[in-house]
């Protein structure tokens, strides 16, 4: 007898045509504050990116509604072909502009493309794809299931690693093992990553802190760098050392506040100051005077502008909306057809989660500066094209759900 696919016609009907119209209406709510504060962030450095932000806005919203009426498991037959894509999009980033010490873009003139941002979307569907397609039962399957997505996730992490890019190569675990808690992979692994992990934490506090002691005992700080890249055992470049030590103990790497510790304190100066209502749009003295830069003022730093000039009431409504997305992707998760459907929904949530923790938490001072930008607020075309594709790829579960809510 002939098995039955999922993608025969039948299928392609849903079984309810309601849409999930509070997503799309945050979806709008940000798009224009990011537009609003862009602009204000760039109104005194005569930047014009708030233009190009309406331009990716609008591509993305056309995205958003063609995706939403495709049914989502067309991407389970064509994840492989998209995921060798971008693995050739990260690749051919090396022969690329360098751009602020990493080469992270393909530069086609009147734009530019960061393979990156594409590939958190196509090795989320490629390993859902694979787990779904996968017997998790008995331990055997499940580690095959795990080798797989681990393969699935090594290659372009270490491909972003290499550009270089840590904040974009950090946000692909907690992906992977948001698929794997869906496709109900057992405890004991759960319990051993975790050990992992300490032992990893463990071993990075203790490369931080002979890295400083390095630098305290050599004369030239360059030559010192160089020779402790070369002997040590983790494959962190001095920027990326200098970061964490940042945020760890900003008094000893930076107690001047004239390094990488600038961004931060201007940051912090820029949401403590905002008050409740904020000072009012095109106010705030941070972005305005130029001490938060106005080459990470509309990026990395948008949360800082929005909350000097908002205030908390501002903010607040900005991380509320971001938060309704990422409920109404758990919300599609636990109404899903299938275990593709529910894994591609909690994968989209944890990437947004991740995204909006580090960065409102670097504009704040919780997390390290990584660089990682806001979803649908920051400016950047690649970032916020990819987030209302996945953002229509939930619409599409939530439309071709069960019929029982």
Not at 29 to 48: E, T, V, Y
Request: glycine residues 10%.
């Amino acid at each position: 007898m002939r098995k039955s696919d999922p993608l025969e016609q039948d299928s392609l009907i849903p079984e309810q045509t309601k849409w999930d119209w509070l997503t799309p209406l945050c979806l709008l709510g940000l798009c224009l504050m990011s537009i609003i504060f862009i602009r204000s962030a760039q109104a005194f450095g005569g930047g014009n990116y708030w233009k190009m932000q309406i331009l990716w806005s609008v591509i993305g919203f056309s995205l958003y509604a063609v995706v939403s009426v495709i049914n989502y498991q067309l991407w389970m037959r064509y994840a492989h072909i998209f995921y060798f894509l971008v693995i050739i999009g990260l690749l051919l980033v090396f022969g690329g502009p360098m751009i602020y010490g990493a080469r992270r873009w393909i530069d086609f003139g009147l734009f530019k493309v960061q393979p990156s941002e594409i590939a958190k979307w196509s090795t989320m569907i490629f390993g859902a794809s694979l787990l779904a397609r996968s017997k998790v039962g008995d331990m055997q399957d499940s580690l095959r299931g795990i080798l797989k997505v681990a393969a699935c996730f090594a290659l372009p992490m270490f491909l972003i690693f290499l550009q270089p890019d840590l904040g974009s190569t950090l946000v692909f675990p907690p992906i992977a093992f948001s698929l794997l808690y869906v496709a109900r992979m057992p405890t004991k692994f759960f319990i051993s990553t975790f050990v992992v992990f300490v032992v990893l934490l463990g071993l990075l506090g203790f490369d931080l802190f002979n890295y400083y002691q390095y630098k305290l005992e050599n004369p030239k700080p360059s030559d010192a760098v160089v020779a402790y890249e070369d002997s040590s055992l983790l494959p962190l470049k001095d920027y990326q050392r200098k970061r964490i030590l940042t945020f760890v103990a900003p008094e000893v790497e930076d107690p001047q506040g004239v390094g990488s510790n600038w961004n931060r304190i201007q940051a912090l100066i820029a949401v403590a100051t905002g008050g409740v209502s904020g000072k009012g749009l095109g106010e705030g003295m941070q972005a305005k005077l130029g001490y938060l830069p106005t080459a990470v003022a509309h990026n990395d730093f948008i949360f800082a502008v929005i909350a000097e000039e908002s205030g908390l009431l501002g903010g607040s409504l900005a991380i509320g909306m971001l938060c309704l997305v990422v409920f109404g992707c758990l919300r599609v998760a636990a109404q899903a057809a299938d275990r593709f459907g529910s894994m591609l929904a909690v994968g989209v949530s944890v990437l947004l989660m991740t995204h909006i923790f580090i960065n409102v938490g670097m504009t704040i001072g919780i997390t390290p500066i990584t660089g990682l930008p806001l979803p649908f607020l920051s400016y950047g075309g690649s970032f916020m094209v990819v987030c209302f594709l996945m953002l229509g790829m939930v619409q599409s579960v939530f439309r071709y759900r069960k019929s029982v809510l």
